[in-house]
């Protein structure tokens, strides 16, 4: 059974960094595309970052260059590090892994607020 632990959500201040995690079990980690979406609240789930199983990243264009995805396979691991935060960056923050069918983790909170 495939499982996606995200973790790292939380509070920021504008301007300030957060940095995701999903942990995944349950199946080869480095066989598979994972990303992150984000939904806020009364807006549909929004694309945010891809990486391929060879660390080929996609990023939606309104993060680039300012957050980063990126994997260590040894780990079983993805990341978003987020930073120059903004108050529309809030939203949760789902993983998931292109398995078939795909799975998603349960979500983290972010909020940016002063």
């Known amino acids: 059974q495939v499982q996606l632990v995200e973790s790292g959500g939380g509070l920021a201040q504008p301007g300030g960094s957060l940095k995701l995690s999903c942990l995944t079990s349950?199946?080869?980690?480095?066989?598979?595309?994972m990303g992150w979406y984000r939904q806020s609240p009364g807006k549909q789930r929004e694309f945010v970052a891809l990486?391929?199983?060879?660390?080929?990243?996609t990023l939606a264009d309104s993060v680039k260059g300012q957050f980063i995805i990126y994997r260590d396979n040894t780990k079983a691991t993805m990341y978003l590090q987020m930073n120059n935060l903004k108050p529309e960056d809030t939203a949760v923050y789902f993983c998931?892994?292109?398995?078939?069918?795909?799975?998603w983790g349960q979500g983290t909170q972010v909020t940016v607020s002063s």
């Open positions: 349950g199946t080869i980690f480095s066989n598979f595309a």
């Open positions: 998931y892994i292109h398995t078939v069918p795909i799975q």
């Open positions: 990486i391929s199983p060879s660390g080929i990243t």
